[in-house]
């Protein structure tokens, strides 16, 4: 009886370190992966705007190191239209801008970056596009509904209701025994 003892407490702490390392690498794993991803742009991706724009606004997760930028744009057929090479705002050390002349009779651009963290030296890269229309159909009503739930509520609620379910298994399989 002793033996089964010993070997549910064995469990019950093996299964605590699990519920712990998860929850450690859940809370620590965004920084690990951040690198200098993409966040937001000026315009949006996907925006729809009546005319083309004098230049394009990148903000990254990371600051930025120079080496290794780069940001170009190109119309629906494929002439780069950015102009010279991106800079570094002096304000906000993720955030980077390249000049570009639109062409009047492109009615999409992608805008293709590469860039180079100057907090752990990770690369990345990546793509978006936004479009113009001069005459943007109106817009429609939303429609109500829900967005769903955060896919880290629900990893937090299953670490808790896993964590409880393990305590309460240990409690049932460690009883202790009447001398």
């Known amino acids: 009886m002793r033996q089964q003892t010993r070997r549910a407490r064995r469990i019950g702490i093996i299964f605590a370190a699990t519920i712990g390392m998860l929850i450690l690498s859940a809370i620590f794993s965004s920084t690990a992966l951040a690198h200098a991803a993409y966040k937001s742009s000026i315009p949006a991706a996907d925006a729809i705007l009546k005319a083309p724009p004098t230049q394009v606004s990148i903000t990254f997760a990371e600051p930025l190191n120079p080496v290794g930028l780069v940001i170009t744009v190109v119309d629906q057929s494929?002439?780069?239209?950015?102009?010279?090479?991106?800079?570094?705002?002096?304000?906000?050390a993720a955030t980077a801008t390249i000049q570009m002349q639109g062409v009047a009779n492109s009615d999409i651009y992608r805008v293709d970056w590469h860039t180079t963290s100057a907090v752990d030296g990770d690369q990345d890269v990546g793509a978006f596009v936004f479009h113009i229309n001069p005459n943007p159909p109106a817009p429609t009503p939303a429609t109500s509904g829900s967005a769903g739930l955060n896919p880290w509520i629900l990893g937090v609620i299953g670490l808790v209701i896993g964590g409880l379910g393990g305590f309460f298994l240990q409690r049932i399989l460690v009883r202790p025994t009447a001398a």
């Open 78 to 92: 494929n002439q780069v239209v950015s102009v010279g090479t991106p800079t570094i705002s002096t304000t906000d």
